[in-house]
């Protein structure tokens, strides 16, 4: 089929050029990578920070859990935010729509899915803190991932 455009049913026959087509599997594909590295990163935080220096009398004040959950948690999400943007590739990355859609599902994914694993144990600082690190974390892993862009 070379020359032809290709099957009827893909790329220029029916108006799409081959640089926007595909952009389903890109941002499938940044998705995967951030969900790959929020669960790596997650496992590293429970398994060696929170077994580790997590105590009950740590965790009693509000600056314990900013230290030992809230802080890492935004690590991890910014992470995940910037794996994603990476892993985002071109042409779909300079779309500013796509681009973010891959960059902050995956901490919308993460934040959706807290509240419904904790909703009957959740109280309202736990809620807020858990939305306001997930807006931290995205907001810095897409601006890192956008800073790194800038060094092409």
């Known amino acids: 089929m070379r020359g032809t455009g290709g099957p009827s049913w893909a790329g220029e026959a029916h108006g799409r050029t081959t640089r926007e087509s595909g952009g389903g599997f890109a941002l499938v594909r940044a ?62 990355r300079y779309s500013s729509v796509r681009h973010a859609l891959a960059v902050f599902m995956i901490p919308v994914f993460a934040q959706v899915l807290t509240i419904v694993l904790n909703w009957d144990r959740a109280s309202v600082e736990g809620l807020l803190m858990s939305c306001a690190v997930m807006v931290v974390g995205a907001f810095t892993g897409y601006v890192a991932d956008r800073l790194q862009e800038g060094e092409r």
């Open 31 to 92: 998705w995967s990578v951030g969900f790959v590295v929020l669960l790596i990163t997650e496992y590293l935080q429970v398994t060696y920070l929170y077994e580790v220096f997590a105590t009950t009398e740590r965790l009693e004040s509000f600056g314990g859990r900013l230290l030992l959950v809230h802080l890492p948690n935004a690590v991890c999400i910014a992470l995940a935010a910037w794996a994603a943007g990476r892993v985002h590739r071109e042409p779909f």
